[in-house]
């Protein structure tokens, strides 16, 4: 089993003509998510053929307009369309507000409920879903603003075909053995689990980290993920800007993943200076060589 990750936006505080701003959407299984809703999200998610009404889960890193200004035309689209299902949106503290402003002073059509979980500033937790961890880690921005990582709650022993055809074991009993039960066969016999079975995969986990300065600190959090999103706003040769706005550059995503010791790191949130990311890739790769570009409209395995 992998997840699949696709980029709808990897610009920093404008749009430009090529790249539109932060914006992921994220599908393990049953569930789907989404990172973040810049301006045009939906506008990407359509153009990438996503039915947004199978997204549950939206998780905002942080208030400013290019990471949630796109939220309230995605909301009113899904309501449009006749949704029904609960969505549930992660942010910080302010969202709630906002969010009802929208309703007052909009008469918005409502069809579906939504459950809003605030974060109290600098708060690290995890919200429970059945199948998800959704852990928050408060980053340094100049407003709150929180990391996400995301972690599949279990995953099944797989199946041993050629054993389970050896013990005469029926498909229906599968399932149980998958969740990790022994087979008793028709004669009372006991068939231990790990002889009809092998190992569950390792848990699926992603890291998604924009909008702060370089924290080294926080790389052991992150170091049990596969995959790492990491902005890189700025060449390292701006450092001095990067410290001033609080953002990073694409050397110190490269030695973040490095220190996290992940399998694979994707960088993003370029600032509009730059035309083209090649530079950002070379200074990265510098440092940790299984770097990509998160290049919008592209889709990422992750296992």
Do not use: W
Request: overall charge negative; glycine content about 6%.
């Amino acid at each position: 089993m992998f997840a699949e990750l696709t980029i709808l936006g990897n610009n920093s505080a404008a749009p430009t003509k090529t790249r539109n701003q932060s914006g992921q959407h994220f599908k393990l299984d049953q569930d789907q998510l989404l990172f973040d809703c810049g301006e045009g999200t939906q506008k990407r998610l359509i153009t990438n053929r996503i039915n947004y009404q199978k997204i549950s889960y939206i998780l905002i890193s942080h208030l400013h307009g290019d990471h949630f200004l796109g939220l309230m035309g995605l909301l009113n689209t899904m309501a449009l369309n006749g949704r029904r299902s609960k969505l549930t949106i992660v942010a910080p503290k302010g969202l709630k507000r906002f969010y009802d402003v929208y309703l007052e002073t909009s008469a918005a059509h409502q069809t579906f409920d939504i459950d809003i979980i605030e974060l109290e500033d600098e708060s690290t937790g995890t919200v429970e879903t059945p199948r998800l961890h959704i852990t928050h880690i408060p980053v340094s921005h100049r407003v709150s603003c929180f990391a996400y990582i995301v972690q599949q709650v279990v995953t099944k022993r797989h199946i041993n075909v050629e054993s389970c055809n050896e013990h005469n074991v029926p498909n229906h009993a599968f399932a149980a053995l998958q969740d990790g039960h022994d087979y008793i066969d028709k004669s009372g016999n006991r068939i231990n689990n790990e002889v009809l079975t092998d190992p569950a995969s390792k848990p699926i986990t992603y890291g998604y980290i924009t909008d702060t300065i370089y924290r080294p600190d926080l790389a052991e959090a992150f170091a049990h993920c596969h995959t790492v999103y990491h902005e890189a706003t700025y060449l390292h040769n701006l450092i001095d800007r990067a410290i001033k706005t609080k953002h990073s550059t694409a050397e110190q995503a490269g030695l973040f993943a490095q220190k996290a010791s992940v399998n694979q790191l994707l960088i993003g949130h370029f600032s509009s200076r730059y035309h083209n990311t090649d530079d950002h890739l070379k200074e990265s790769q510098a440092q940790f060589p299984e770097t990509l570009i998160a290049e919008e409209g592209e889709t990422y395995r992750i296992y």
